[in-house]
């Protein structure tokens, strides 16, 4: 009875919370669900040897991430996503930066410490990526 009323507790309890999403913003998984940002991000990472959980993320949008940035590059406002694979992590991620209404995309992608460029970003790009990793 008492584990009953202990779940039935916490099950109200978290229906009445408001979801942390909501205050926070969008993620990046958010983002690829509108064409634009899935078709510029297809398109960056064609032809590129990728990780098999970022191949997955392509697919299926599933990764885990924090909210997105707005970054200034040369006066515009790009906006900055960040994702990592699931239950690993520390070392593989990617920083993901989007021009204005999704026109391109670049990344910045870690595995296991190691940097690579995706989508061929300029200085001004990489400098832009680079501030927004933490």
Not at 118 to 134: R, T, W, Y
Request: some cysteine.
């Amino acid at each position: 009875m008492r584990a009953i009323l202990l779940l039935a507790f916490t099950v109200v309890t978290l229906l009445g919370a408001p979801p942390a999403m909501a205050q926070d913003g969008p993620y990046l998984p958010d983002l690829m669900k509108q064409p634009a940002y899935l078709a510029a991000w297809k398109t960056m990472v064609a032809g590129e040897k990728l990780p098999a959980w970022v191949n997955t993320f392509t697919k299926t949008q599933n990764a885990v991430a924090a909210p997105v940035k707005t970054i200034p590059v040369a006066g515009q406002a790009y906006t900055l996503g960040w994702i990592c694979e699931p239950h690993n992590c520390g070392g593989n991620e990617v920083y993901a930066l989007f021009a204005p209404n999704a026109r391109q995309a670049w990344a910045l992608l870690i595995v296991d410490e190691k940097q690579e460029w995706l989508g061929k970003p300029d200085e001004a790009v990489k400098a832009a990526i680079l501030s927004g990793v933490q």
